[in-house]
């Protein structure tokens, strides 16, 4: 069965999106929804999307997603500050010449293919960074 789910932000059509739902489950919650008209909801997508963002709430999707933000970044000595709320950290990521080869190196992994390396690398001013120094952006 589909299931209308408005988007958080906004209450326009364009802003919807289907999902699957088991036919058991769905036939069984609209069974509830007409015996039990007390609790407020009127269709099974009002009931889905209220209980989609419970779980959203208690997985704190708001607060954690996108995990990775970029913080900052000091162009000069080519330091990158990647924050990373799954861990709740700080990354500070280097962008250096190892053994002849430009990188870009994590101080909190000591690596240089570590999820922020990954995600530094796909921010357009990083990349600048790299064009502006002549280097060759490094395979990660
Ligand atoms: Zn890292």
């Known amino acids: 069965m589909k299931v209308i789910i408005a988007h958080r932000w906004s209450m326009s059509e364009s802003k919807y999106t289907k999902v699957n739902l088991n036919k058991e489950l769905a036939d069984k919650i609209e069974q509830f929804i007409r015996d039990y008209p007390e609790h407020g909801y009127r269709t ?20 954690l997603s996108p995990r990775f933000e970029h913080f900052n970044l000091d162009k ?12 709740g950290i700080y990354a500070d990521i280097y962008a250096i010449i190892r053994n002849g080869k430009p990188i870009l190196w994590c101080e909190h992994d000591h690596s240089s293919s570590c999820e922020h390396v990954k995600y530094a690398l796909s921010l357009d001013k990083v990349r600048e ?12």
């Not at 099974?44 to 607060?63: M, N, P, T």
């Not at 000069?76 to 861990?87: A, T, V």
């Not at 960074?129 to 990660?140: A, T, Y």
Request: charged share 45%; with cysteine; aromatic share 12%.
């Open 44 to 63: 099974l997508g009002q009931f889905v999307e209220d209980a989609v963002r419970r779980r959203a709430e208690d997985l704190r999707i708001f607060e």
């Open 129 to 140: 960074i790299f064009r502006c120094k002549g280097w060759e952006l490094p395979d990660v």
């Open 76 to 87: 000069e000595n080519g330091i990158i500050r990647i924050r990373d709320k799954k861990y």
